[in-house]
């Protein structure tokens, strides 16, 4: 039983690990790069950070494939595009 929650809460690690370096990424890559007006302004900015994130950028982890590669190629499960 211990070896099991052990076991969980390094999973759990990883994941708060992965999640914060991913909102690292977005404050870098949205907040310090653009001067936003208005909260519409923020959406449509996170919106297309997200879909060229999702569908362009080719990440180490995953084998040089994009997230929505390796879903389609992992899972058989295909995203779609955030539309605003």
């Known amino acids: 039983m211990l070896q099991k929650l052990h076991k ?4 759990n690690y990883s994941i708060r690990k992965e999640i914060e370096r991913f909102n690292g990424k977005i404050k870098s890559k949205v907040f310090k ?3 936003l007006a208005d909260r519409q302004d923020l ?5 297309e950070y997200l879909n060229r994130y999702n569908f362009e950028v080719r990440l180490k982890q995953i084998d040089y494939m994009t997230p929505a590669d390796y879903l389609k190629k992992k899972f058989n499960k295909s995203i779609q595009p955030i539309v605003c």
């Open 33 to 35: 790069r653009y001067l």
């Open 8 to 11: 969980n809460a390094k999973t």
């Open 43 to 47: 959406e449509t900015k996170l919106i």
